[in-house]
């Protein structure tokens, strides 16, 4: 009598097992991947190791740390870090959201013109930089000059005299088409009922969107801050193409400090250090930003 739920666990544990067996490469994958890497920053960020001085790797404990945050770039590459990142998400959510509610209207060629927005996305980082110094920011012969000149203003020279300014509008142009991505693919499914009869009850084009739209849009506006925030604390080719940091320490970020420890400097032990706490800073404000505004927007 009892020999057939005996049976049963034991297909069943065979099933688990095999489950188990083909979950293995994933999760191996995963250990060389992250697992592996992460542990080897931890332990150069405890020890000294310059590559200029090869030699057995000392346990020098949070002098590693101690060094990166008294750096004299430390604090003018955390502020404009948090500069950075705020102003690019503010842009991009803001932009992206407009341009949402836009080219979610049905009008003639909205095909067309949802592919020209969205295509700056696609630009390599790199490339963007060199459209954005080349093309529209040089003093000399871009754009912004040229229609200053129209207006007979004094041209700015943008790379010099508004650094961060101008990194922001670069990262700005290319990330809003991700924004309006993700704004415009939840807007199709919401539910254009509730928008009929909120219409039909006197509602204006700000209720319905204060109180209808944008509480759809919690989760993905959540999304967009989350998958930025992780991207723009580690941005790194806009400010290697265009100004190096510069002027002074003006456009200097962590990810700038890190490299310019690690590949200027030589110094690997602090350069890890300062991607341990880049690592934990992104967790930190990514946390608390989607937690804000998960909580205000679902209200």
């Keep these: 009598m009892n020999s057939q739920p ?60 101690t060094y990166f945050s008294t750096d004299s770039a430390f604090f003018p590459a955390l502020f404009n870090t948090l500069v950075l990142v705020g102003s690019v998400l503010i842009i991009t959510v803001v932009l992206g959201l407009a341009l949402a509610l836009l080219v979610n209207q049905p009008f003639f060629g909205r095909g067309i013109v949802r592919v020209l927005l969205i295509s700056p996305f696609f630009i390599m980082p790199t490339v963007n930089a060199l459209i954005w110094k080349n093309m529209l920011m040089d003093p000399n012969y871009g754009i912004f000059t040229v229609i200053a000149d129209f207006f007979h203003l004094v041209p700015i020279n943008w790379l010099e005299d508004m650094p961060l300014a101008s990194i922001i509008m670069m990262v700005s142009w290319q990330w809003t088409p991700f924004a309006l991505l993700i704004f415009m693919t939840s807007l199709q499914s919401q539910d254009t009922e509730q928008k009929e009869a909120a219409k039909l009850d006197g509602a204006g084009h700000w209720s319905i969107f204060r109180f209808l739209t944008l509480p759809h849009l919690a989760r993905p506006i959540a999304i967009v801050v989350m998958i930025q925030t992780i991207f723009h604390l580690s941005l790194f080719a806009e400010i290697f193409v265009t100004t190096g940091g510069g002027p002074g320490f003006a456009s200097t970020n962590l ?12 110094d690997v032990g602090v350069a890890s250090a300062g991607g341990v706490f880049a690592i934990i800073l992104a967790n930190i404000v990514a946390f608390f930003l989607i937690r804000a505004v998960g909580k205000n927007l679902a209200r």
């Design 6 to 65: 005996n049976t049963s666990n034991q297909t069943q544990h065979k099933w688990l097992s095999l489950v188990n067996l083909l979950k293995a490469p994933s999760i191996i994958l995963l250990l060389v991947w992250m697992i592996v890497p992460l542990s080897m920053t931890l332990y150069y960020s405890f020890v000294e190791y310059n590559l200029l001085y090869p030699g057995p790797k000392l346990f020098i404990g949070l002098e590693n740390y």
């Design 255 to 266: 990810a700038w400090l890190i490299y310019r420890q690690a590949f200027l400097a030589y």
